[in-house]
């Protein structure tokens, strides 16, 4: 883990950028895309306006002054979607999935929050360098990307956060042995923008003893961070 660093990249927009900024998030964006298209095909896109308002994370590993890609994922608030009057993309998708019970079941959970004063997040693009993806090294990186994420909801005290994991990636399996849960009992929709490939929306329920403990493993990954655009809140995680 010592040859790893994390970036976490907060609404960033070229024109606040400098040089070594640009080319660590352009070369995020040419991961996920190289990423999609090794695993989905080329009529895929990843790459869209959330970029410039989400926060994306971004492992690499570093050579010297060198820093090389090897996974990413978006965060998505709801809170940001508002102000910019965009939809929430896991509503989006699942009005287009036509998919009543899911969609009624996320416009709860967005409600619950509100309520509650909390923001809640849509948690997407989970990528692995195509080269990387298979060998020996592959299930560490997905660990520490993961870590690093989990990392990022524990550390901001996001408690809500939805998720779209397609059958084909098998990532459900992953996010459920982390504490996530399907938002209801049909929960499976088609993805409209990845090939109409079988999903099934997802919300955090409580971090198991895996993510915790991954969580930890993680710390000084976390602690060694270097963020990039708007700052986050104050540090709250606390791990034993």
């Avoid at 899911?102 to 004063?117: C, W, Y």
Wanted: proline share 3%.
């Amino acid at each position: 883990m010592d040859n790893y660093q994390l970036f976490v990249l907060n609404c960033v927009s070229y024109s606040d950028l400098n040089t070594s900024e640009e080319n660590i998030f352009g070369s995020l964006l040419t991961l996920r895309i190289k990423g999609y298209f090794d695993f989905h095909g080329h009529n895929v896109m990843p790459v869209d306006q959330h970029d410039h308002y989400c926060t994306n994370l971004l492992l690499c590993e570093k050579s010297g002054d060198e820093y090389y890609p090897l996974a990413c994922a978006k965060v998505i608030n709801y809170s940001d979607c508002q102000e910019r009057g965009m939809k929430f993309p896991p509503v989006d998708i699942l009005e287009n999935s036509q998919n009543k019970e899911a969609l009624d079941s996320v416009n709860r959970l967005i409600e619950q929050a509100k309520v509650a004063g909390e923001d809640i997040t849509y948690d997407c693009s989970f990528t692995i360098c195509p080269d990387k993806r298979g060998n020996h090294n592959s299930a560490h990186v997905a660990k520490y990307l993961l870590a690093s994420w989990l990392s990022y909801h524990h550390h901001n005290n996001i408690n809500q956060f939805i998720l779209s994991a397609t059958i084909k990636t098998k990532t459900d399996r992953t996010f459920s042995r982390l504490g996530c849960k399907p938002v209801c009992s049909d929960t499976f929709y088609k993805l409209y923008s990845i090939n109409y490939e079988q999903a099934l929306m997802m919300n955090f329920d409580d971090y198991s003893h895996q993510a915790l403990r991954w969580i930890k493993d993680a710390r000084g990954l976390w602690e060694n961070r270097i963020e990039i655009g708007k700052k986050e809140k104050e540090p709250a995680l606390n791990v034993a």
